[in-house]
């Protein structure tokens, strides 16, 4: 594995570890997820999950608000949050202590526990890891404008996911500025900062600070 999955997520920290387990690549996963959801939906307990309308299972210590949109398929694992005007266009899954706040939109996507997209974000098509955070405004971009197939660089070799829609993976404890866009195809490290009104393309390694395109420093 070119990418290791497990030095940018810690898969103890989602519902959806086996579907990472399976794949080989990290993005592998973008087009499996729909069907994840369906097959594991079917197996939570009925003790803590609650089947609200077809394929959409929310815990029963998940606090969503009467204003939200939620579409299926969808997990929301325990004691998630999923605040005012939240719009959830299915293909999801929302991790343990997850917040998912005002006007905040996710489609295919996973989100680790104790993710937090709070403010105006657009998470499409990506990976967020264990207490990632996006500040306000921040987005996941996760189509070409050309429309062709996305690719990643890393380490000076681009390589074809095959993917037409893929926005980013965001490893653990990831901190994104606001107003901070991630190019399709963005690999964010673990314990890694992006400033804010960054616009972030190709593998950023993890305990590094990006300033600008040309200013990427280690943490100390």
Request: overall charge neutral.
């Amino acid at each position: 594995m070119l990418i290791n999955t497990n030095e940018i997520l810690s898969l103890e920290y989602t519902i959806a570890e086996d579907l990472f387990l399976s794949n080989n690549w990290c993005w592998d996963v973008i087009p499996e997820i729909s069907r994840f959801i369906i097959n594991l939906g079917k197996t939570l307990q009925h003790e803590r999950f609650e089947k609200i309308s077809e394929n959409i299972w929310i815990a029963k210590s998940a606090k969503i608000s009467k204003t939200s949109c939620l579409n299926g398929p969808l997990i929301i694992d325990e004691k998630a949050e999923i605040r005012h005007c939240a719009y959830i266009r299915g293909n999801a899954v929302i991790g343990k202590n997850a917040v998912v706040g005002n006007s905040t939109e996710i489609k295919n996507s996973i989100l680790f526990d104790g993710v937090q997209v709070p403010h105006y974000n657009y998470i499409g098509d990506s990976v967020l890891g264990y207490k990632a955070h996006m500040g306000a405004g921040s987005i996941t971009s996760n189509v070409k404008a050309d429309r062709g197939l996305v690719s990643v660089m890393y380490n000076g070799e681009k390589i074809n996911t095959g993917l037409k829609k893929f926005g980013a993976i965001v490893g653990d404890f990831a901190e994104i500025g606001c107003n901070t866009v991630l190019n399709p195809g963005t690999i964010i490290g673990k314990n890694s900062t992006i400033y804010p009104l960054s616009s972030v393309r190709g593998f950023i390694k993890s305990n590094s600070i990006y300033k600008s395109g040309d200013v990427i420093i280690e943490k100390s």
